[in-house]
């Protein structure tokens, strides 16, 4: 069990960007570069789906709701992963969570808020 942490989240007006942090901890160094990482979002009343992902060697891919406005990176020397997000709209609202694709039965970080409103 790996649990990621989550960071950068906030409250951005429609239009506006923000720049997602997720780090391992550092006793792990085989997990985090060994497998392909992703961002998975839970809206409100809505199931937590995966929007983002980065293989090992930096392939992406992406939900067909956020292309052209997420970019996902991955820096494996420092175990951190980040997700940019542009062009907000209040559908992007939800909690962000970070894990290993897929996420099998590693557990759950606390994920970060983004909020979208004006």
């Known amino acids: 069990q790996v649990q990621f942490v989550e960071s950068g989240g906030g409250l951005v007006q429609p239009g506006g960007s923000l720049r997602l942090s997720c780090a391992a901890p550092r006793s792990i160094t085989s997990t985090f570069n060994s497998y392909t990482m992703g961002w998975y979002r839970q809206s409100p009343g809505k199931q937590r789906e995966l929007v983002a992902s980065?293989?090992?060697?930096?392939?992406?891919n992406y939900a067909d709701s956020v292309k052209g406005r997420f970019t996902i990176s991955r820096l494996n020397a420092r175990k951190t992963m980040y997700l940019q997000i542009n062009n907000l709209s209040p559908d992007d609202t939800g909690v962000y969570y970070c894990n290993l694709v897929p996420q099998g039965t590693n557990s759950w970080g606390q994920g970060t808020h983004v909020i979208v409103s004006s």
């Open positions: 980065a293989t090992r060697l930096g392939n992406t």
